[in-house]
């Protein structure tokens, strides 16, 4: 018998917001990381072409200022406002895009997976750069304000990112509605400051043409490649437009974007522009010198807290896209925190936020200056945005049912641009563009490993597992001893008798009234519907299987979809039943089919691994424990 419950009946309340407070809340969360880049993004560039300490020619500044234009209409508007249409059931990101190809193609794909496990490698890898860059950045206009506190840079910087990562545990929710005002005020001091100085020389609005950029690459050389990766710090940031979609929607996202997060950079941008044009030396932190010398402080004030939220942006983004991974079956369980009662997404990964923190701080103190930090930023988000561009390639092949050729010739263009810019960045490699490179491989090594060594586990372990079909039929011949209440046994597949089911049949010699194998999947879907969250079957009048299918943004909660198992018949008592778990020790084997350092980080990463019943939210008074050793 199979059942399965209504969607009127399990329909959760809808969550409705206004397209306004949507995109108010866009301009604070997504745009906080690309907001903040003028503060270094311009500078960066024009003492790059120009040689750090030597005066910039006017060729050099209106080519750049060329290039950041095109640059943020290319890579982020047209090619992010496309991939925006490519969502996985309203959500975005690498991982979901990942997914949403997969489905599309109707099988996995090993292309697909490296994509979007180097995509997200690197991602994490721009969760630690850029607080570290953001924040350094807002504290060397200190510099200017008191040249005397020039040596208190690095130590505030520490500070503040100290303080950040420690509140992380108590959550955001009480915080993150001031995101957005504070962000509108800071896009609004960019525009404002930029119209000021626009007129210092407005002869600057040349640099519209991009004949001024292509000319100033094909005349500057190797040089001019180098400059086209400090331009792209202009853009570093925008993958936040796709990879937050699931939080606000396309059209505020968009909203926000083209009538008021573009122009405000744009303008400000230009301003920076025109300043150095008629004052060369401003080039020396052209950002600050926008304002009169008693409004520096209460500028590096605003921009703090502009880049304080950019950062904590980033590192909740990092904290789903880890719980993602997760779910996907990437990475081993990380302990996950709610730290809100009424919003899911608002969590907390204990060991993933240390791990953050030790990386940001070791950039700080390794670089200490955002000049340093500038090269080892660009090449990790130009990595994802390739991976995205490919990934999306597939998806308007497959899934809209484009001809191969008019998806190429949609996809290819964006993608050859961000292939110049990740070729540009990999100029950088020896001056610090090694670090998220680094620690990509270092990632993609894991991922690797446990899902490499997940496979060789279930391979050993299926070849000594009994189907549960011939266990019942032997169990109908010679019945145990039977004792009341339910029992479930929790399993990764249904079709054969769960470990700790033979072992309590072996040791205790006992069987329970009533027997559920329990099976918890994950859907290649951000989210699953409520009615398709169960699905129960009777297979004999003392067992039974319950499937709990949960999507890849969901935390999987056992009791509570358990309670949609009650309508369709199965009656317990959640207290009267009992949750077997198999815990497996495992030891390395000569012959695993893995190399012996490979076996053994394996071992390290499940041993690391939180713990099932915390994981899957099972009340601990009623979970046995049933302990196995495997070698692999």
């Given at each position: 018998?199979?059942?399965?419950?209504?969607?009127?009946?399990?329909?959760?309340?809808?969550?409705?917001?206004?397209?306004?407070?949507?995109?108010?809340?866009?301009i604070g969360v997504v745009y906080g990381d690309i907001g903040t880049s003028p503060l270094y993004a311009f500078r960066e560039a024009v003492a790059g072409?120009?040689?750090?300490?030597?005066?910039?020619?006017?060729?050099?500044?209106?080519?750049?200022?060329?290039?950041?234009?095109?640059?943020?209409?290319?890579?982020?508007?047209?090619?992010?406002?496309?991939?925006?249409?490519?969502?996985?059931?309203?959500?975005?990101?690498?991982?979901?895009?990942?997914?949403?190809?997969?489905?599309?193609?109707?099988?996995?794909?090993?292309?697909?997976?490296?994509?979007?496990v180097l995509g997200a490698s690197m991602f994490i890898g721009d969760s630690m750069i850029t607080p570290a860059i953001s924040v350094l950045s807002a504290?060397?206009?200190?510099?200017?304000?008191?040249?005397?506190?020039?040596?208190?840079?690095?130590?505030?910087?520490?500070?503040?990112?100290?303080?950040?990562?420690?509140?992380?545990?108590?959550?955001?929710?009480?915080?993150?509605?001031?995101?957005?005002?504070?962000?509108?005020?800071?896009?609004?001091?960019?525009?404002?400051?930029?119209?000021?100085?626009?007129?210092?020389?407005?002869?600057?609005?040349?640099?519209?043409?991009?004949?001024?950029?292509?000319?100033?690459?094909?005349?500057?050389?190797?040089?001019?490649?180098?400059?086209?990766?400090?331009?792209?710090?202009?853009?570093?940031?925008?993958?936040?437009?796709?990879?937050?979609?699931?939080?606000?929607?396309?059209?505020?996202?968009?909203?926000?974007?083209?009538?008021?997060?573009?122009?405000?950079?744009?303008?400000?941008?230009?301003?920076?522009?025109?300043?150095?044009?008629?004052?060369?030396?401003?080039?020396?932190?052209?950002?600050?010198?926008?304002?009169?010398?008693?409004?520096?402080?209460?500028?590096?004030?605003?921009?703090?807290?502009?880049?304080?939220?950019?950062?904590?942006?980033?590192?909740?983004?990092?904290?789903?896209?880890?719980?993602?991974?997760?779910?996907?079956?990437?990475?081993?369980?990380?302990?996950?925190?709610?730290?809100?009662?009424?919003?899911?997404?608002?969590?907390?990964?204990?060991?993933?936020?240390?791990?953050?923190?030790?990386?940001?701080?070791?950039?700080?103190?390794?670089?200490?200056?955002?000049?340093?930090?500038?090269?080892?930023?660009?090449?990790?988000?130009?990595?994802?945005?390739?991976?995205?561009?490919?990934?999306?390639?597939?998806?308007?092949?497959?899934?809209?049912?484009?001809?191969?050729?008019?998806?190429?010739?949609?996809?290819?263009?964006?993608?050859?641009?961000?292939?110049?810019?990740?070729?540009?960045?990999?100029?950088?490699?020896?001056?610090?563009?090694?670090?998220?490179?680094?620690?990509?491989?270092?990632?993609?090594?894991?991922?690797?490993?446990?899902?490499?060594?997940?496979?060789?586990?279930?391979?050993?372990?299926?070849?000594?597992?009994?189907?549960?079909?011939?266990?019942?039929?032997?169990?109908?011949?010679?019945?145990?001893?039977?004792?009341?209440?339910?029992?479930?046994?929790?399993?990764?597949d249904p079709s054969f008798v769960p470990t700790a089911l033979l072992h309590n049949l072996k040791h205790n010699k006992v069987l329970h009234e009533h027997?559920?194998?329990?099976?918890?999947?994950?859907?290649?879907?951000?989210?699953?519907?409520?009615?398709?969250?169960?699905?129960?079957?009777?297979?004999?009048?003392?067992?039974?299987?319950?499937?709990?299918?949960?999507?890849?943004?969901?935390?999987?909660?056992?009791?509570?979809?358990?309670?949609?198992?009650?309508?369709?018949?199965?009656?317990?008592?959640?207290?009267?039943?009992?949750?077997?778990?198999?815990?497996?020790?495992?030891?390395?084997?000569?012959?695993?089919?893995?190399?012996?350092?490979?076996?053994?980080?394996?071992?390290?990463?499940?041993?690391?691994?939180?713990?099932?019943?915390?994981?899957?939210?099972?009340?601990?008074?009623?979970?046995?424990?049933?302990?196995?050793?495997?070698?692999?």
């Open positions: 018998m199979t059942a399965s419950v209504t969607s009127a009946e399990s329909q959760e309340g809808p969550v409705t917001s206004s397209f306004w407070g949507l995109t108010l809340g866009s072409a120009a040689g750090h300490g030597q005066p910039a020619t006017r060729a050099i500044v209106l080519g750049v200022l060329s290039l950041i234009l095109w640059a943020l209409l290319t890579v982020v508007t047209a090619k992010y406002v496309l991939l925006l249409r490519a969502d996985n059931n309203g959500e975005g990101g690498t991982l979901s895009l990942m997914a949403l190809g997969q489905r599309a193609l109707g099988r996995r794909s090993w292309v697909l997976l490296a994509l979007g504290m060397e206009g200190l510099k200017l304000a008191a040249p005397a506190l020039e040596h208190y840079v690095v130590p505030l910087t520490v500070f503040i990112l100290v303080v950040l990562f420690s509140v992380q545990s108590s959550g955001t929710a009480r915080v993150a509605s001031a995101f957005g005002p504070v962000m509108v005020v800071w896009f609004t001091v960019l525009a404002v400051t930029g119209v000021i100085h626009i007129s210092d020389d407005p002869s600057v609005l040349l640099a519209i043409n991009p004949l001024y950029g292509i000319e100033f690459l094909l005349t500057h050389g190797t040089i001019g490649l180098v400059t086209l990766g400090a331009v792209f710090l202009a853009v570093t940031g925008g993958e936040a437009l796709y990879a937050d979609l699931g939080h606000f929607g396309r059209k505020p996202i968009q909203t926000a974007w083209v009538f008021f997060v573009l122009p405000a950079l744009l303008i400000n941008y230009f301003g920076q522009g025109a300043l150095v044009l008629a004052n060369p030396g401003a080039i020396e932190n052209s950002f600050y010198r926008m304002v009169p010398e008693m409004l520096v402080l209460p500028l590096v004030a605003l921009a703090t807290a502009a880049t304080v939220i950019a950062s904590q942006a980033v590192i909740t983004g990092a904290y789903s896209l880890v719980r993602q991974a997760v779910q996907l079956g990437l990475l081993p369980r990380f302990e996950v925190r709610y730290t809100s009662e009424s919003h899911a997404g608002q969590i907390y990964l204990p060991r993933v936020n240390r791990l953050l923190l030790i990386g940001v701080l070791l950039l700080v103190l390794l670089f200490r200056t955002t000049s340093g930090l500038a090269s080892a930023y660009g090449i990790a988000v130009s990595t994802t945005m390739v991976c995205d561009g490919i990934m999306g390639f597939v998806v308007i092949w497959k899934l809209w049912n484009f001809r191969a050729a008019a998806a190429a010739a949609l996809i290819v263009p964006f993608v050859v641009v961000d292939l110049s810019f990740f070729s540009a960045n990999l100029l950088k490699l020896f001056e610090g563009a090694w670090v998220p490179l680094l620690f990509g491989a270092v990632m993609a090594l894991m991922i690797w490993t446990w899902r490499r060594g997940a496979a060789i586990l279930v391979a050993k372990t299926r070849r000594i597992e009994v189907p549960l079909t011939d266990l019942i039929k032997s169990l109908e011949k010679r019945p145990p001893h039977i004792v009341k209440g339910t029992a479930v046994f929790l399993t990764s027997n559920v194998i329990l099976t918890i999947e994950t859907a290649q879907t951000p989210r699953v519907d409520p009615a398709e969250r169960v699905k129960m079957e009777t297979i004999s009048d003392k067992f039974a299987t319950v499937r709990l299918r949960f999507g890849f943004m969901e935390s999987p909660n056992v009791p509570k979809a358990l309670v949609i198992a009650r309508k369709l018949g199965w009656q317990f008592d959640i207290m009267a039943t009992s949750f077997f778990v198999s815990r497996r020790s495992l030891k390395p084997s000569a012959q695993s089919g893995m190399p012996q350092w490979q076996d053994h980080l394996f071992i390290a990463m499940s041993r690391s691994a939180n713990d099932a019943t915390d994981y899957f939210q099972i009340p601990t008074g009623r979970v046995v424990e049933v302990g196995t050793q495997v070698t692999i």
